[in-house]
């Protein structure tokens, strides 16, 4: 494979999307084709799901039963979307991948975080990121920018909190496939922090 593929992660309100667009337009000025795309989703099968699994309708599903949907979601999105661009020598850019499930389903739901992790691995074909940029957000501070909340952002704030905690446990165990970058701080200077790593990475890749 010869593209670059690049992960969001962080916690909800962390203004993902809006580092990402910035990311996208940066990669296309300087001539890169770039793929946006995010988690769950990307597929039509990918949306399907990620409707079941986000929905308030479906508020006692079963965690297993959770855990599983997003590696079907991804184990699609590999095959048909990131998996070809990369093929093509494509940048892609995505928005949540298997950390979140480690971090979600694996620490705040208890699942294991290994178990989890090797569940994503299988439905991915072993497919990882050459970089995950860790958007990280007090939960307080970013869920405070919701008024509605789906499903799993009206989980309890301790879920949230253990959700940051492994976000930054994961960077902090390999922090070469890693950027951590505070939300708080300054907009552009965190969009010129990304973009720099970002470059390298291509370069060296
Ligand atoms: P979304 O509205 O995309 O949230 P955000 O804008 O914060 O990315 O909803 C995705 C939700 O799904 C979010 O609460 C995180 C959760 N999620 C998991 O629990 N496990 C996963 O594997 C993924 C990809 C997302």
Redesign the pocket.
């Known amino acids: 494979m010869t593209g670059y593929f690049v992960v969001f992660e962080g916690g ?1 309100g962390a203004g ?1 999307s809006t580092q990402e667009a910035l990311l996208a337009d940066a990669l296309r000025v300087r001539g890169l084709t770039v793929v946006q795309t ?3 989703g990307g597929t039509p099968a990918g949306e399907a799901i990620r409707r079941v ?2 929905s308030p309708e479906f508020a006692g599903l079963d965690v297993r039963a959770e855990a599983l949907l ?1 590696a079907a979601a991804r184990g699609e999105h590999a095959d048909k979307v990131i998996r070809p661009a990369l093929d093509r020598g494509d940048v892609v850019i995505c ?2 991948y298997l950390d ?2 480690v971090a ?2 694996g620490f705040a739901r208890g699942l294991g975080p290994k178990r989890i992790r090797d569940l994503s691995l299988w439905a991915t074909q072993e497919l990882v990121p050459d970089l995950t940029i860790v958007l990280d957000i007090d939960p307080v501070e970013g869920l405070g920018r919701f008024e509605e909340r ?1 499903r ?2 009206a989980e309890p704030m301790e879920y949230h909190r253990q959700v940051r905690a492994a976000f930054l446990a994961l960077a902090e165990e390999d922090p070469h496939r890693y950027l951590v970058l505070h939300a708080h701080e300054d907009r552009e200077e965190i969009a010129e922090a990304i973009l720099e790593r970002v470059l390298q990475g291509i370069d060296g890749s």
């Open positions: 909800e993902k995010r988690e769950p699994v986000l997003f928005d949540r979140s499930s979600y389903q789906d799993l952002e």
